[in-house]
Protein backbone atom coordinates (compact mmCIF):
# COMPACT_ATOMS: atom_id res chain seq x y z
CA UNK A 1 0.00 0.00 0.00
CA UNK A 2 1.16 3.80 -0.91
CA UNK A 3 0.12 6.73 0.72
CA UNK A 4 0.47 9.83 -1.36
CA UNK A 5 1.20 12.90 -0.63
CA UNK A 6 2.92 16.38 -1.63
CA UNK A 7 4.80 16.88 2.13
CA UNK A 8 5.44 14.29 4.35
CA UNK A 9 6.94 15.24 8.19
CA UNK A 10 7.98 12.32 9.85
CA UNK A 11 8.03 12.85 14.18
CA UNK A 12 5.53 14.71 15.92
CA UNK A 13 7.22 16.36 18.13
CA UNK A 14 7.47 20.13 18.75
CA UNK A 15 9.21 20.65 15.34
CA UNK A 16 6.80 18.55 13.63
CA UNK A 17 3.52 19.93 14.94
CA UNK A 18 4.79 23.19 13.97
CA UNK A 19 5.76 22.34 10.16
CA UNK A 20 2.41 20.91 10.09
CA UNK A 21 0.77 23.68 11.18
CA UNK A 22 2.64 26.19 9.09
CA UNK A 23 2.98 24.47 5.59
CA UNK A 24 -1.09 23.32 5.67
CA UNK A 25 -1.47 27.21 5.31
CA UNK A 26 -0.57 26.42 1.84
CA UNK A 27 -4.46 25.31 0.67
CA UNK A 28 -3.23 23.73 -2.54
CA UNK A 29 -0.23 21.59 -0.57
CA UNK A 30 -1.20 18.38 1.01
CA UNK A 31 0.95 18.05 3.84
CA UNK A 32 0.77 14.36 6.30
CA UNK A 33 2.02 14.24 9.71
CA UNK A 34 2.70 10.79 10.74
CA UNK A 35 4.02 9.82 14.52
CA UNK A 36 5.16 7.30 16.14
CA UNK A 37 3.14 6.94 19.28
CA UNK A 38 -1.37 7.78 19.71
CA UNK A 39 -2.47 11.37 18.68
CA UNK A 40 -4.95 12.35 21.03
CA UNK A 41 -7.67 14.81 20.84
CA UNK A 42 -7.25 18.20 23.01
CA UNK A 43 -10.53 17.10 25.15
CA UNK A 44 -9.57 13.57 25.41
CA UNK A 45 -5.79 14.31 27.02
CA UNK A 46 -4.62 11.35 29.20
CA UNK A 47 -3.75 12.60 32.65
CA UNK A 48 -0.22 12.74 32.69
CA UNK A 49 0.28 14.75 29.18
CA UNK A 50 -2.30 17.13 30.08
CA UNK A 51 -0.81 17.90 33.98
CA UNK A 52 2.46 20.67 33.37
CA UNK A 53 3.20 20.87 36.93
CA UNK A 54 5.51 17.51 36.23
CA UNK A 55 7.13 15.65 33.63
CA UNK A 56 5.46 12.52 32.31
CA UNK A 57 8.49 10.13 32.64
CA UNK A 58 6.94 6.38 31.41
CA UNK A 59 3.21 6.19 29.83
CA UNK A 60 4.47 8.18 26.92
CA UNK A 61 8.11 7.64 26.91
CA UNK A 62 10.39 6.10 24.72
CA UNK A 63 12.05 4.31 26.94
CA UNK A 64 15.70 5.38 26.09
CA UNK A 65 18.62 5.24 29.13
CA UNK A 66 21.93 7.35 28.38
CA UNK A 67 25.33 7.04 30.47
CA UNK A 68 25.94 9.92 31.71
CA UNK A 69 29.92 9.14 32.76
CA UNK A 70 31.89 6.11 32.66
CA UNK A 71 31.47 3.85 35.38
CA UNK A 72 27.87 5.05 36.33
CA UNK A 73 24.70 2.55 35.46
CA UNK A 74 22.60 3.74 32.37
CA UNK A 75 19.52 6.41 33.68
CA UNK A 76 16.39 6.85 31.74
CA UNK A 77 16.14 9.79 28.96
CA UNK A 78 12.42 10.61 28.93
CA UNK A 79 11.95 11.32 25.05
CA UNK A 80 7.84 12.22 24.50
CA UNK A 81 6.46 9.16 21.95
CA UNK A 82 2.91 10.53 21.41
CA UNK A 83 1.72 14.29 19.49
CA UNK A 84 3.86 16.55 20.39
CA UNK A 85 6.89 14.26 20.92
CA UNK A 86 8.33 15.78 24.29
CA UNK A 87 6.72 19.40 24.37
CA UNK A 88 3.83 16.85 25.39
CA UNK A 89 5.65 15.30 28.73
CA UNK A 90 8.10 17.96 29.84
CA UNK A 91 8.44 20.53 32.80
CA UNK A 92 6.90 23.63 30.36
CA UNK A 93 9.84 26.01 31.22
CA UNK A 94 9.65 28.63 27.99
CA UNK A 95 13.07 29.93 28.14
CA UNK A 96 15.17 31.62 24.86
CA UNK A 97 18.55 31.51 26.80
CA UNK A 98 20.60 34.34 25.48
CA UNK A 99 21.83 36.77 22.45
CA UNK A 100 24.99 35.39 22.23
CA UNK A 101 23.90 32.02 21.71
CA UNK A 102 22.27 33.15 18.43
CA UNK A 103 25.34 35.22 17.66
CA UNK A 104 27.35 32.47 18.25
CA UNK A 105 25.66 30.19 15.72
CA UNK A 106 26.27 33.51 13.46
CA UNK A 107 30.01 33.59 13.91
CA UNK A 108 30.32 30.07 12.32
CA UNK A 109 28.72 31.16 9.24
CA UNK A 110 25.08 30.63 9.92
CA UNK A 111 24.31 34.50 8.77
CA UNK A 112 20.88 34.34 9.44
CA UNK A 113 20.86 32.66 12.80
CA UNK A 114 22.19 35.72 14.77
CA UNK A 115 19.89 36.98 17.86
CA UNK A 116 18.60 40.26 15.79
CA UNK A 117 16.85 37.71 12.84
CA UNK A 118 15.90 35.06 15.32
CA UNK A 119 14.12 37.49 17.50
CA UNK A 120 11.38 38.59 15.61
CA UNK A 121 10.52 35.26 15.53
CA UNK A 122 10.18 34.19 19.49
CA UNK A 123 7.74 37.04 19.21
CA UNK A 124 5.70 35.69 16.67
CA UNK A 125 5.33 32.69 17.70
CA UNK A 126 4.62 33.75 21.41
CA UNK A 127 1.34 35.30 23.58
CA UNK A 128 3.14 36.19 26.46
CA UNK A 129 0.32 37.00 29.23
CA UNK A 130 3.02 39.29 31.73
CA UNK A 131 4.44 41.42 29.33
CA UNK A 132 4.34 44.00 26.32
CA UNK A 133 7.45 45.60 25.64
CA UNK A 134 10.03 45.15 22.33
CA UNK A 135 10.88 41.88 23.38
CA UNK A 136 7.64 39.96 23.75
CA UNK A 137 5.01 39.18 21.35
CA UNK A 138 1.46 39.16 22.29
CA UNK A 139 -0.35 37.33 19.24
CA UNK A 140 1.70 33.51 18.71
CA UNK A 141 0.08 30.48 19.36
CA UNK A 142 1.94 29.36 22.45
CA UNK A 143 0.87 31.16 25.92
CA UNK A 144 3.73 31.78 27.98
CA UNK A 145 3.28 33.03 31.74
CA UNK A 146 4.90 33.45 35.01
CA UNK A 147 3.66 31.75 38.64
CA UNK A 148 2.67 34.69 40.41
CA UNK A 149 3.89 35.44 44.46
CA UNK A 150 0.78 33.43 45.82
CA UNK A 151 1.09 30.51 43.74
CA UNK A 152 4.63 29.51 45.05
CA UNK A 153 5.25 26.80 46.69
CA UNK A 154 6.98 27.58 50.05
CA UNK A 155 10.16 25.84 48.76
CA UNK A 156 10.01 27.57 45.78
CA UNK A 157 9.06 31.53 47.42
CA UNK A 158 12.00 30.70 49.63
CA UNK A 159 14.46 29.85 47.32
CA UNK A 160 14.07 33.42 45.92
CA UNK A 161 14.15 35.47 49.34
CA UNK A 162 17.43 33.17 49.66
CA UNK A 163 18.97 34.40 46.39
CA UNK A 164 17.68 37.88 47.53
CA UNK A 165 19.71 37.37 50.58
CA UNK A 166 22.48 36.22 48.86
CA UNK A 167 22.90 39.29 46.93
CA UNK A 168 21.91 37.96 43.63
CA UNK A 169 19.13 40.64 41.60
CA UNK A 170 15.56 40.23 41.35
CA UNK A 171 14.42 39.09 37.83
CA UNK A 172 10.49 39.34 36.69
CA UNK A 173 11.30 38.37 33.28
CA UNK A 174 13.90 35.63 32.42
CA UNK A 175 13.01 36.31 28.96
CA UNK A 176 14.37 39.51 28.73
CA UNK A 177 18.13 39.49 27.72
CA UNK A 178 19.31 42.58 29.70
CA UNK A 179 18.20 40.86 32.98
CA UNK A 180 19.86 38.15 35.13
CA UNK A 181 19.18 36.93 39.00
CA UNK A 182 16.58 35.05 40.52
CA UNK A 183 12.63 35.20 39.48
CA UNK A 184 9.63 33.27 38.34
CA UNK A 185 10.36 30.90 34.94
CA UNK A 186 8.78 31.87 32.24
CA UNK A 187 6.49 28.61 31.56
CA UNK A 188 3.88 27.39 29.05
CA UNK A 189 1.48 26.11 30.97
CA UNK A 190 -1.90 27.49 32.07
CA UNK A 191 -3.53 26.55 35.21
CA UNK A 192 -1.19 23.70 35.47
CA UNK A 193 -2.05 22.49 32.16
CA UNK A 194 0.94 21.68 29.70
CA UNK A 195 0.24 23.59 26.27
CA UNK A 196 2.74 21.45 24.14
CA UNK A 197 3.16 22.53 20.70
CA UNK A 198 0.80 20.00 19.68
CA UNK A 199 -1.94 22.29 21.57
CA UNK A 200 -0.71 25.54 20.34
CA UNK A 201 -0.29 24.53 16.56
CA UNK A 202 -2.28 21.80 15.89
CA UNK A 203 -5.53 23.53 16.94
CA UNK A 204 -9.10 21.58 16.34
CA UNK A 205 -9.39 24.39 13.34
CA UNK A 206 -6.16 23.35 11.73
CA UNK A 207 -6.55 19.65 12.37
CA UNK A 208 -9.92 20.60 10.22
CA UNK A 209 -8.18 21.57 7.48
CA UNK A 210 -8.50 19.02 4.11
CA UNK A 211 -5.11 18.92 2.86
CA UNK A 212 -3.42 18.20 6.47
CA UNK A 213 -3.67 14.63 7.48
CA UNK A 214 -2.24 13.50 10.97
CA UNK A 215 -1.71 9.86 11.41
CA UNK A 216 -0.31 8.36 15.17
CA UNK A 217 0.69 4.28 15.54
CA UNK A 218 3.89 4.97 12.49
CA UNK A 219 7.22 3.64 12.71
CA UNK A 220 9.43 5.32 10.63
CA UNK A 221 12.52 3.03 8.60
CA UNK A 222 14.20 5.13 5.78
CA UNK A 223 13.79 7.67 3.38
CA UNK A 224 13.23 6.36 0.04
CA UNK A 225 15.55 7.87 -3.09
CA UNK A 226 14.52 8.28 -6.85
CA UNK A 227 18.21 9.17 -8.05
CA UNK A 228 19.10 11.89 -5.41
CA UNK A 229 15.81 13.04 -4.40
CA UNK A 230 14.15 12.09 -1.23
CA UNK A 231 10.91 10.87 -2.66
CA UNK A 232 8.73 9.49 0.77
CA UNK A 233 8.95 6.96 3.24
CA UNK A 234 9.28 3.57 4.18
CA UNK A 235 7.00 2.98 7.19
CA UNK A 236 5.97 -0.06 9.47
CA UNK A 237 2.12 0.41 10.54
CA UNK A 238 0.70 -2.39 12.29
CA UNK A 239 3.62 -4.48 11.94
CA UNK A 240 3.22 -3.92 8.10
CA UNK A 241 5.72 -2.56 5.93
CA UNK A 242 3.79 0.49 3.98
CA UNK A 243 5.21 3.48 1.56
CA UNK A 244 4.25 6.87 1.65
CA UNK A 245 5.19 8.72 -1.68
CA UNK A 246 6.01 12.40 -1.50
CA UNK A 247 7.59 15.32 -3.24
CA UNK A 248 8.97 16.49 0.11
CA UNK A 249 10.50 14.75 3.19
CA UNK A 250 11.10 16.54 6.76
CA UNK A 251 12.62 14.35 9.27
CA UNK A 252 11.39 15.70 12.41
CA UNK A 253 11.88 12.49 14.86
CA UNK A 254 13.53 14.32 17.60
CA UNK A 255 17.97 14.68 18.20
CA UNK A 256 17.53 10.52 18.80
CA UNK A 257 15.44 9.41 16.42
CA UNK A 258 16.21 11.77 13.36
CA UNK A 259 20.04 10.07 13.16
CA UNK A 260 18.15 6.70 13.03
CA UNK A 261 16.46 7.29 10.07
CA UNK A 262 19.31 9.18 8.63
CA UNK A 263 21.71 6.35 8.99
CA UNK A 264 19.48 3.88 7.59
CA UNK A 265 18.50 5.93 4.84
CA UNK A 266 22.53 6.19 3.77
CA UNK A 267 23.40 9.26 5.48
CA UNK A 268 26.13 8.82 7.89
CA UNK A 269 29.75 8.42 8.75
CA UNK A 270 31.17 5.87 6.15
CA UNK A 271 32.38 3.69 9.19
CA UNK A 272 28.53 3.69 10.84
CA UNK A 273 27.63 3.03 7.46
CA UNK A 274 29.70 0.08 6.62
CA UNK A 275 28.86 -1.30 10.15
CA UNK A 276 25.64 -1.20 9.80
CA UNK A 277 26.00 -2.47 5.97
CA UNK A 278 24.23 0.51 4.83
CA UNK A 279 24.87 1.77 0.89
CA UNK A 280 26.49 5.33 1.61
CA UNK A 281 24.51 8.08 -0.20
CA UNK A 282 25.86 11.38 1.91
CA UNK A 283 28.87 11.02 4.11
CA UNK A 284 28.48 12.93 7.11
CA UNK A 285 28.41 13.16 11.02
CA UNK A 286 25.59 11.81 12.21
CA UNK A 287 25.10 10.82 16.10
CA UNK A 288 28.77 11.30 16.39
CA UNK A 289 28.36 15.15 18.69
CA UNK A 290 25.71 14.47 21.19
CA UNK A 291 24.89 18.28 23.14
CA UNK A 292 23.30 18.38 26.27
CA UNK A 293 23.35 19.77 29.52
CA UNK A 294 24.86 17.96 32.49
CA UNK A 295 23.16 18.88 35.70
CA UNK A 296 23.71 17.54 39.10
CA UNK A 297 21.77 18.31 42.67
CA UNK A 298 21.39 18.23 46.21
CA UNK A 299 18.48 16.67 48.21
CA UNK A 300 16.71 17.90 51.50
CA UNK A 301 14.14 16.68 53.51
CA UNK A 302 10.93 18.80 54.49
CA UNK A 303 10.32 19.55 58.39
CA UNK A 304 6.77 18.39 57.83
CA UNK A 305 5.07 16.45 55.78
CA UNK A 306 2.60 19.44 54.41
CA UNK A 307 5.13 20.94 52.94
CA UNK A 308 5.06 18.31 49.86
CA UNK A 309 1.85 18.13 48.22
CA UNK A 310 0.90 15.84 45.49
CA UNK A 311 0.10 18.41 43.21
CA UNK A 312 2.45 21.03 43.77
CA UNK A 313 4.56 22.18 40.75
CA UNK A 314 7.94 20.40 40.49
CA UNK A 315 9.79 23.84 39.31
CA UNK A 316 8.28 27.21 39.38
CA UNK A 317 11.64 29.65 39.61
CA UNK A 318 15.13 30.37 38.62
CA UNK A 319 18.08 31.74 39.07
CA UNK A 320 19.89 32.85 36.31
CA UNK A 321 23.46 33.40 37.13
CA UNK A 322 27.26 34.12 35.23
CA UNK A 323 29.72 31.50 35.97
CA UNK A 324 33.17 32.68 37.33
CA UNK A 325 34.99 30.53 35.03
CA UNK A 326 33.25 31.48 31.65
CA UNK A 327 31.92 34.96 33.01
CA UNK A 328 29.69 35.37 30.03
CA UNK A 329 26.05 36.24 30.69
CA UNK A 330 23.77 34.01 32.08
CA UNK A 331 25.80 30.51 31.35
CA UNK A 332 24.28 29.00 34.39
CA UNK A 333 21.02 27.75 36.09
CA UNK A 334 19.82 27.18 39.38
CA UNK A 335 16.40 26.02 40.23
CA UNK A 336 14.65 24.57 43.18
CA UNK A 337 12.57 20.73 43.02
CA UNK A 338 9.27 21.07 44.98
CA UNK A 339 8.96 17.39 45.64
CA UNK A 340 10.57 14.94 43.99
CA UNK A 341 10.92 10.88 44.55
CA UNK A 342 14.40 9.74 44.26
CA UNK A 343 14.67 5.76 44.35
CA UNK A 344 17.06 4.41 47.10
CA UNK A 345 16.75 7.69 49.64
CA UNK A 346 15.44 7.50 52.71
CA UNK A 347 12.37 9.07 52.09
CA UNK A 348 9.96 9.34 49.47
CA UNK A 349 8.89 13.36 49.71
CA UNK A 350 12.24 15.38 48.56
CA UNK A 351 13.40 19.13 48.07
CA UNK A 352 16.18 19.54 45.93
CA UNK A 353 18.51 22.01 44.13
CA UNK A 354 19.17 21.63 40.86
CA UNK A 355 21.94 23.11 38.71
CA UNK A 356 22.72 22.58 34.93
CA UNK A 357 26.01 24.33 32.87
CA UNK A 358 24.63 26.26 30.20
CA UNK A 359 27.26 26.42 27.51
CA UNK A 360 29.18 23.13 28.11
CA UNK A 361 32.22 22.04 26.65
CA UNK A 362 31.76 18.06 26.33
CA UNK A 363 29.93 16.45 23.85
CA UNK A 364 28.82 12.60 23.93
CA UNK A 365 27.82 10.50 20.93
CA UNK A 366 24.85 8.31 19.46
CA UNK A 367 25.22 5.21 18.80
CA UNK A 368 22.48 2.89 16.45
CA UNK A 369 24.11 -0.62 16.38
CA UNK A 370 21.52 -2.25 13.99
CA UNK A 371 18.86 -1.09 11.08
CA UNK A 372 16.15 -2.20 12.79
CA UNK A 373 13.53 0.64 12.83
CA UNK A 374 12.75 -0.26 16.51
CA UNK A 375 16.24 -0.51 18.31
CA UNK A 376 16.79 1.85 20.93
CA UNK A 377 20.16 3.40 20.39
CA UNK A 378 23.20 3.64 23.01
CA UNK A 379 23.30 6.82 24.21
CA UNK A 380 26.96 7.85 25.92
CA UNK A 381 26.43 11.60 27.43
CA UNK A 382 29.81 11.00 28.84
CA UNK A 383 29.45 14.96 31.05
CA UNK A 384 31.64 16.05 32.97
CA UNK A 385 35.05 15.27 31.22
CA UNK A 386 35.97 18.72 31.17
CA UNK A 387 37.77 20.57 34.02
CA UNK A 388 35.84 23.50 33.26
CA UNK A 389 32.10 21.84 33.02
CA UNK A 390 32.88 20.47 36.46
CA UNK A 391 34.29 23.23 37.99
CA UNK A 392 31.19 24.85 36.79
CA UNK A 393 29.37 22.55 38.32
CA UNK A 394 30.79 22.49 41.98
CA UNK A 395 30.69 26.64 41.97
CA UNK A 396 26.54 26.20 40.84
CA UNK A 397 26.73 23.60 44.26
CA UNK A 398 28.95 25.85 46.53
CA UNK A 399 26.18 28.34 45.83
CA UNK A 400 23.16 26.10 45.98
CA UNK A 401 24.48 25.23 49.66
CA UNK A 402 24.57 28.54 50.22
CA UNK A 403 21.38 29.39 49.34
CA UNK A 404 20.59 26.29 52.07
CA UNK A 405 21.59 27.46 54.54
CA UNK A 406 19.44 31.08 54.84
CA UNK A 407 17.11 31.00 57.48
CA UNK A 408 13.88 31.21 54.64
CA UNK A 409 15.19 28.00 53.48
CA UNK A 410 16.63 26.47 56.41
CA UNK A 411 13.32 26.92 58.06
CA UNK A 412 11.91 24.29 55.89
CA UNK A 413 14.05 21.33 55.22
CA UNK A 414 17.35 19.90 56.30
CA UNK A 415 20.34 18.33 54.07
CA UNK A 416 19.80 14.71 52.92
CA UNK A 417 22.15 14.03 50.33
CA UNK A 418 25.24 14.41 50.26
CA UNK A 419 25.89 14.04 54.26
CA UNK A 420 26.36 17.49 55.85
CA UNK A 421 30.14 17.29 55.98
CA UNK A 422 30.66 17.14 52.07
CA UNK A 423 29.10 20.62 52.40
CA UNK A 424 32.35 22.69 53.07
CA UNK A 425 34.78 20.33 51.99
CA UNK A 426 35.63 20.78 48.16
CA UNK A 427 37.34 17.77 47.36
CA UNK A 428 34.21 16.26 48.73
CA UNK A 429 31.68 17.95 47.01
CA UNK A 430 33.62 17.79 43.78
CA UNK A 431 33.40 13.56 44.39
CA UNK A 432 29.55 13.97 44.63
CA UNK A 433 29.18 16.10 41.61
CA UNK A 434 31.02 13.59 39.46
CA UNK A 435 29.38 10.54 40.99
CA UNK A 436 25.56 12.65 40.80
CA UNK A 437 25.10 13.80 37.86
CA UNK A 438 22.29 13.56 34.96
CA UNK A 439 20.89 14.94 31.93
CA UNK A 440 19.02 17.82 31.78
CA UNK A 441 17.14 16.49 28.93
CA UNK A 442 18.16 18.47 26.23
CA UNK A 443 19.44 16.24 23.80
CA UNK A 444 20.30 17.56 20.46
CA UNK A 445 23.21 18.82 17.76
CA UNK A 446 23.16 15.10 16.23
CA UNK A 447 22.74 16.20 12.68
CA UNK A 448 23.88 19.58 13.42
CA UNK A 449 23.36 22.51 10.39
CA UNK A 450 26.79 24.50 9.16
CA UNK A 451 28.68 25.34 6.70
CA UNK A 452 28.65 22.62 3.59
CA UNK A 453 32.88 22.57 3.21
CA UNK A 454 32.48 21.55 7.14
CA UNK A 455 31.93 17.71 6.84
CA UNK A 456 30.22 17.19 10.52
CA UNK A 457 27.66 19.62 9.34
CA UNK A 458 24.75 17.62 8.53
CA UNK A 459 22.24 20.18 6.61
CA UNK A 460 22.60 23.98 5.60
CA UNK A 461 21.34 27.04 7.45
CA UNK A 462 17.37 26.09 6.28
CA UNK A 463 17.86 22.55 7.17
CA UNK A 464 18.14 21.09 4.05
CA UNK A 465 20.45 18.17 3.74
CA UNK A 466 23.61 18.08 2.20
CA UNK A 467 24.11 16.56 -1.03
CA UNK A 468 20.73 15.63 -1.74
CA UNK A 469 17.29 16.84 -2.82
CA UNK A 470 14.14 17.41 -1.29
CA UNK A 471 15.22 16.49 2.30
CA UNK A 472 15.04 18.86 5.60
CA UNK A 473 15.42 17.92 8.97
CA UNK A 474 13.69 20.37 11.36
CA UNK A 475 13.96 19.30 15.06
CA UNK A 476 16.59 19.60 18.17
CA UNK A 477 19.19 17.80 15.68
CA UNK A 478 20.47 21.30 13.65
CA UNK A 479 21.90 22.91 16.77
CA UNK A 480 25.06 23.86 16.15
CA UNK A 481 26.10 24.95 19.70
CA UNK A 482 23.92 24.49 22.74
CA UNK A 483 21.96 27.22 24.12
CA UNK A 484 21.91 28.71 27.44
CA UNK A 485 18.94 27.54 28.69
CA UNK A 486 16.15 24.54 27.71
CA UNK A 487 15.97 24.30 24.01
CA UNK A 488 12.42 24.03 23.24
CA UNK A 489 11.60 27.77 22.59
CA UNK A 490 15.14 27.43 20.44
CA UNK A 491 13.46 24.20 18.42
CA UNK A 492 10.13 26.06 18.12
CA UNK A 493 11.85 29.18 16.77
CA UNK A 494 13.88 27.21 13.86
CA UNK A 495 10.80 25.23 13.05
CA UNK A 496 8.89 28.13 12.28
CA UNK A 497 11.50 29.58 10.42
CA UNK A 498 12.04 26.62 7.96
CA UNK A 499 8.14 26.11 8.15
CA UNK A 500 8.80 29.61 6.18
CA UNK A 501 11.69 28.99 3.75
CA UNK A 502 9.65 26.25 2.95
CA UNK A 503 6.65 27.98 2.35
CA UNK A 504 8.20 30.22 0.05
CA UNK A 505 10.02 27.98 -1.93
CA UNK A 506 6.54 25.53 -2.41
CA UNK A 507 4.65 28.23 -3.32
CA UNK A 508 7.16 29.42 -6.25
CA UNK A 509 7.32 26.26 -7.61
Request: with cysteine; charged share 25%; glycine share 8%.
Amino acid sequence: MAWKTDVVIAGAGSGGCVLAARLSELPDLNVLLVEAGPVYLDSRLPADVENGRQNSMKAHDWGYRHLPRRPAPRLPMPRGRVLGGSSSVNTCIALRGQPWDYDEWADLGLTEWGWESCLPWFKRMERDLDFQNAWHGNDGPLPIRRHRPEELTPWQAAFLEAAALRGFPACADSNDPTTTGAGPHAMNKLSGKRISAAIAWLSPEVRRRPNLRIVGGVTVDRVRWQGRRACGLDIIVDGEREVIEASEVVVAAGAIATPGILLRSGIGHEEDLKRLEVTPRVTRDVGRRLLDHPGTAIFFEPRREDLCRPDDALIQTVLRYSSAMDGKPNDMLLQPGSKLDVPGLPTMNKFILMAAVGKPKDVGRLTYTSTDPCERPRIDSLFFQSEEDLGKAVEAMEIAIALSETSPMRSLARPLAPPGLVHHRPRLLRAWVKRFCDSGYHPSGTAMMGLEADRSAVADSRGRVFECEGLRIADGSLLPTMTTANIHLSVLMMAERIADWMKAALAAT
